[in-house]
């Protein structure tokens, strides 16, 4: 496995806008507010932008960002397709860009309007009509990601006994930390264990506070080598490792991607999953907290229940606190982009949920599809 | 089957529902449920069972293939029960629940019960598959309790 990343670029400035259920501004202008903050933060002009990378599920179009930054020379570009799972992918191949020379200054965005617009959960994202594989999984009523996603933790449940009331101490855990982020959707309101397990099916096993949110706002992150963000006005929140998984055969509706990304990515890493301080973990649905904990390695397969219902991810004492910000349940979904933006904040020490003593950061940005270790530079 | 809602029954004609579009990679699949019949794209080069067909067989590479007969008898795999109409075409229809079908022969179907209220649907419960005319030109596997 390739270590050629390790520690050779950084995530040097972030910037994100407020969130909302109705931002009343364009995508195009929400992903320019949060890139403008992100250079802001990191101390780099907007024209020295050279390279822009998205979402494929993104409106905006890469030109017309760069054509508002003011760029110079539009190097390096592109999207990677799917769905929201991309985050940690983008930064994998920003960073690949940067090591090989083939951009120097690469900002990665994100803007939606994920509420007032398209909505996923109703399907208006993702539903096509009977066409493609849909054929097979559409007429039966599976339309929304959240469909297939309940499929496998059904299976799972089954397998390994885990049960809703413990998922449903991921989306507790997650409140308790959204309470102390004033930026959260859900700060300042509480969550119990009751509210979760009596609030309505969405689809079973799937509780109401299972499902994330769905969120108007922008976020950015700004890449540059290492050795340039030494100089820059933020503490660099050094790549260790960054991978991708698109696609891994293995057992249908039980394995995660994450089962086949998480061998290589350790390796990559030079690490282990108990020497990670704090973790950011996409969480669309709250079971995929504790499948990601399993199949990363973080506590073995049928532990991940237990370990979220003894307090394990929790920032007031857990072993592994996860999604310090309120993560896509309980601060915004903006598909990962949030849990990126928290992941460097643990690095630098000024999240509102900050751990003590964070050397290494971890982000899942989708059920095993892409993860990342940042590093505090020594 | 008889297609006609009946109260109490668990699954009726969604006419909103979106129907299968057929392709070229799995004609064959639609034609025979058309005669009533279930089956799975074989590999003609190492006979290993592709659901849903494609076009290339991912144990051996092989483009040849051919379409085997189905028991049409499996048993619940997983399932999810859709409490909230997320989508318009769902209005008027939930709960249902959407099962997953491990085929005796291997395979996984996504389908519904035609004869089982969501409550009693179980993993390991043994089903058969019904074929269900919705329109002239496209049959769906539905199945029912065995």
């Known amino acids: ?378 | 089957m008889n297609l006609d809602s009946e109260p109490g029954r668990p699954w009726s004609v969604r006419p909103q529902f979106p129907l299968p579009v057929p392709t070229e990679d799995n004609q064959p699949f639609w034609d025979a449920l058309l005669e009533g019949r279930l089956v799975v794209q074989e590999c003609a080069s190492c006979s290993g069972l592709i659901h849903p067909p494609r076009p290339m067989c991912p144990e051996c590479g092989s483009f040849d293939k051919t379409w085997r007969q189905m028991s049409g008898r499996g048993e619940v795999y997983s399932y999810v029960v859709t409490h909230q109409a997320i989508h318009p075409a769902y209005n008027g229809h939930t709960p249902y629940a959407t099962v997953l079908v491990r085929l005796d022969e291997g395979p996984l179907v996504t389908t519904n019960l035609t004869d089982v209220v969501h409550e009693e649907i179980e993993i390991g419960m043994p089903v058969q598959m019904i074929p269900a005319s919705l329109t002239e030109e496209i049959s769906i596997p539905l199945f029912r309790r065995r």
């Open chain 1, 1 to 378: 496995m390739s270590t050629a990343l390790r520690n050779r670029v950084a995530i040097a400035g972030i910037g994100e806008t407020d969130y909302s259920r109705e931002s009343g501004r364009s995508e195009m202008m929400l992903a320019l507010q949060a890139i403008k903050a992100a250079l802001d933060d990191a101390g780099i002009a907007p024209s020295e932008v050279d390279g822009l990378m998205t979402w494929r599920v993104d409106n905006t179009s890469e030109a017309e960002i760069a054509a508002n930054l003011g760029v110079k020379d539009l190097a390096w570009f592109g999207d990677i397709n799917q769905a929201g799972n991309v985050g940690a992918a983008l930064v994998a191949h920003a960073s690949a860009a940067i090591v090989a020379g083939l951009a120097n200054v690469v900002v990665i965005y994100r803007g939606m309007n994920g509420r007032s617009g398209a909505r996923y959960g109703r399907g208006e994202v993702t539903g096509r009509r009977g066409q493609g594989g849909s054929a097979f999984t559409e007429p039966f009523g599976l339309l929304t990601p959240q469909h297939g996603l309940a499929m496998t933790a059904r299976r799972r449940m089954h397998e390994f006994g885990t049960t809703s009331r413990q998922f449903g101490y991921v989306a507790v855990s997650e409140r308790e930390h959204a309470l102390r982020n004033p930026r959260a959707t859900f700060y300042g309101k509480p969550l119990t264990i009751e509210d979760h397990q009596e609030s309505r099916m969405i689809v079973d096993p799937f509780h109401l506070y299972d499902c994330c949110l769905e969120t108007d706002g922008g976020g950015a992150l700004v890449l540059v080598s290492a050795e340039r963000a030494r100089d820059l006005k933020q503490p660099p929140a050094l790549i260790r490792a960054a991978a991708q998984a698109g696609y891994a055969k293995g057992r249908a509706f039980v394995d995660t991607s994450a089962a086949a990304l998480a061998p290589r990515f350790w390796e990559h890493a030079g690490v282990a999953p108990s020497d990670v301080d704090v973790a950011q973990i996409y969480d669309h649905f709250a079971p995929f907290v504790v499948f990601a904990l399993e199949d990363y390695g973080f506590v073995e397969r049928g532990e991940g229940g237990p370990f979220v219902e003894s307090g394990g991810i929790r920032w007031d004492g857990g072993m592994l606190p996860v999604n310090t910000s309120g993560g896509h349940l309980s601060e915004a979904y903006l598909q990962g982009m949030n849990q990126l933006l928290e992941g460097v904040r643990q690095i630098r020490g000024t999240s509102t949920a900050q751990v003590e003593k964070v050397n290494l950061s971890f982000v899942d940005t989708g059920i095993g599809t892409g993860a990342l270790l940042l590093e505090r530079a020594s």
